[in-house]
């Protein structure tokens, strides 16, 4: 079965203090692994896909990673408007359904 | 372009009660779903489209029904709600497959 672990729960922040949010999974065949920001009472924004080990993408502050186990959202120098609910979710080669994470609640503060 | 718009954005409804959730995208997908989100789990998948006239079930699919009479709506229904159908609902929809799924707004949806 497919499994998507997101570390941690939660994190906070003081603005320019760059971390790593964690997203480990199990899939049988992955075709993709997809991140997205979410904000307070709003559906999820898309931000990445990566395909295949050893892939990066970039995009402002943000840099998601892919290891054949895990993938990372590295956010460096954050600023409060980052503050969101990060997710992370992988489909199957051979699903239709994205296989989400709990997310990572983040909180970057001045 | 206005992405994929859901209609409610709140609702509460009487335990027993029906209703129908409507989600438009104005993109040209083939491809749309529905997802609830619940405190504590991962979006879940209800049901999907893989075109006009399709549906397929997904993942908790119980006590919901769909229908895809128009390539750009999906519509969602509760025949007779329950507490537990209390949720936040989101469509999402896709040009294909394996394309990005882009999502709406959510319905909040409070059963008592």
């Known amino acids: 079965e497919d499994q998507v672990t997101q570390s941690p729960e939660a994190l906070r922040l003081q603005e320019g203090e760059s971390s790593s949010l964690n997203c480990s999974y199990t899939?049988?065949?992955?075709?993709?692994l997809f991140w997205y920001r979410q904000d307070p009472g709003k559906g999820p924004e898309f931000l990445f896909t990566l395909y295949s080990a050893g892939e990066e993408k970039e995009k402002e502050r943000l840099k998601a990673t892919l290891t054949k186990k895990e993938s990372f959202l590295h956010i460096t120098a954050p600023k409060p408007e980052d503050s969101a609910t990060y997710l992370c979710?992988?489909?199957?080669?051979?699903?239709?359904?994205?296989?989400f994470g709990k997310g990572t609640s983040l909180l970057v503060t001045p | 372009n206005a992405g994929v718009t859901q209609t409610p954005k709140f609702r509460v409804l009487k335990t027993g009660q029906s209703m129908t959730l409507l989600c438009a995208q104005d993109?040209?997908?083939?491809?749309m779903y529905w997802y609830r989100q619940d405190p504590g789990m991962g979006l879940r998948l209800i049901h999907y489209s893989v075109g006009e006239g399709t549906t397929a079930k997904g993942e908790v699919p119980d006590g919901y029904n769909v229908s895809r009479l128009k390539k750009q709506n999906f519509l969602l229904g509760l025949e007779s709600a329950a507490p537990s159908q209390t949720s936040v609902y989101f469509c999402?929809?896709?040009?294909?497959?394996?394309?990005?799924?882009?999502f709406g707004p959510g319905t909040r949806l409070l059963v008592l």
């Open positions: 993109m040209n997908h083939e491809y």
């Open positions: 999402a929809s896709s040009y294909s497959r394996v394309e990005t799924q882009y």
């Open positions: 899939v049988s065949g992955l075709r993709g």
């Open positions: 979710a992988v489909q199957a080669n051979s699903g239709y359904a994205l296989n």
